[in-house]
């Protein structure tokens, strides 16, 4: 018999992605509230694309950004997990959580409760030593929950995939030893 889950925490359960999630995620990533932080929103296709990226990463390292149900109504909300990062810089390849749910589910903890759940996974199951997160400066919402799940700042930075971008370019490092 297949668990449903990889983990759980209090509310949510962690899974790798199905087909069926493409709707909901593409909505998600359709919200301009949501992808105020981003450079853009995307498209359907985009989003696949993501999601198969996605399903992908797990298949070789057993981690990625989690497809997140709420249990207790088996809800798809978004995601909150784990990516390995290995664009250019002096801090990367490195592994980073990153979360982004639907606008129905902020501000009810959610995104606190699964970023600290996938800490735990990966010290417990994965065995990192340590998790960094980035965000556009901008991005004081972001900022305060990598605060809150016990991060540290490690530094402000120009991102070079968003160099152009003069609204989100200025980028917050965050770290924590595990």
Sequence with gaps: METKYLFTSERLGFRNWKDEDLPPMAVICADKEVMEFFPKTLSILETKEFIDRMKLQFKKTGYCYFAVEEMKTE???????????????????????????????WNKGYATEGAKSCLEYAKNKLKLKKVFSIAPA?????????????????????????????????????????
């Design 138 to 178: 901008i991005n004081i919402k972001s900022e305060k929950l990598m605060q809150k799940i016990g991060m540290q700042k490690e530094k402000e930075f120009i991102f070079d995939l968003l160099e152009d971008n003069d609204r989100l370019r200025n980028c917050v490092l965050y770290k924590i030893d595990l």
């Design 75 to 105: 809800t798809f909300i978004g995601f909150i997990g784990l990516n390995y990062k290995d664009f250019k810089s002096d801090f990367t390849p490195c592994v980073d959580v990153g979360w982004r749910i639907s606008k129905n589910y």
